[in-house]
C-alpha cells in the first residue's frame, strides 16, 4: 500500500508555519521514515537524532515546497540527503556490528519461532546489501512508495529503481538460500509495476510493518 498525500489544507497551513498543522505532518510520517533511517545505520539513538533533523528540514524547507509535487517524496528525498551525508561522515570508521535483536522488529511478535528466525536471516541478508540496493529496496518494502515515487525520491531513473530492487531481492533470496531458509514459499513473484519479464522474490510480507 502506497504512503498516503497529507491532507492539502493541512500542508498549507504547514507551509504558512503553522506549528500545530506541522505536527499532524510529523505525527503522521515519524514512524515510516524513523523506520527507514534505523534500517540504514543501524542505531536507535543515531536514527532517532536523524529523523528530528530530517523533519526540522522539512520544516525549513516546506515554503519553498510546490504542491505540484507528491509531499511524500519530496520527504524521503530530504530523508536520503540527510543518511548519505551521515553515512559520509561516517565511512571511514570502523562500524560497530549491530545486534539485531536491539532493532524493533516490524512484524508481529507473536510469530511462530521459524518465522522469526526467517525474519532475522532477512535483516542479516538487507544489512549486508550495498547502500543504493537498500534504500531502493527499503523505500519499496518497508516505507511502502511507489516505482515512480522511489526514483523521484532517488533522483535516479525509474529503469535504475527496477533493476536496484530486483537485485536487492535476488541478493536477499540468495543469502537465505545459503543459510537453507525459504521465506516465500508458493508465493507467486511481484510483478505490479516491473516489466513482465523481470520476476522478482516476494520481500514485503517479511520487511513490511504490521498493519495498524
Do not use: C, H
Amino acid at each position: 500500500m502506497s504512503l498516503p498525500q497529507p491532507d492539502f489544507g493541512v500542508l498549507r497551513k504547514a507551509q504558512r508555519g503553522d506549528e500545530r498543522a506541522f505536527s499532524i505532518i510529523v505525527r503522521a510520517y515519524q514512524i515510516p521514515v524513523y523506520n527507514y533511517v534505523l534500517r540504514m545505520v543501524g542505531d536507535r539513538a543515531l536514527a532517532e537524532d536523524l529523523t528530528q533533523e530530517v523533519f526540522l528540514r522539512v520544516f525549513q524547507g516546506l515554503p519553498r515546497f510546490s504542491l505540484r509535487s507528491k509531499f511524500t517524496t519530496w520527504l524521503f528525498q530530504v530523508t536520503k540527503n540527510r543518511v548519505l551525508d551521515e553515512l559520509r561522515a561516517t565511512e571511514r570508521r570502523p562500524r560497530a556490528v549491530v545486534d539485531l535483536d536491539d532493532i524493533p522488529p516490524l512484524e508481529v511478535v507473536d510469530a511462530p519461532f521459524e518465522r522469526l528466525e526467517a525474519i532475522d536471516a532477512v535483516w542479516r541478508a538487507v544489512e549486508r546489501l550495498s547502500v543504493d540496493l537498500k534504500m531502493a529496496l527499503l523505500l519499496r518494502d518497508v516505507v511502502g512508495l511507489s516505482y515512480s515515487e522511489i526514483a523521484d525520491s532517488l533522483e535516479v531513473t525509474l529503469a535504475t529503481v527496477k533493476w536496484r530492487i530486483w537485485k536487492a531481492r535476488e541478493d536477499v533470496q540468495l543469502a537465505l538460500a545459503r543459510e537453507g531458509i525459504d521465506v516465500f514459499g508458493d508465493r507467486e513473484a511481484e510483478t505490479t509495476e516491473v516489466e513482465p519479464e523481470v520476476e522478482v522474490a516476494v520481500v514485503v510480507p517479511l520487511l513490511a510493518p504490521p498493519a495498524a
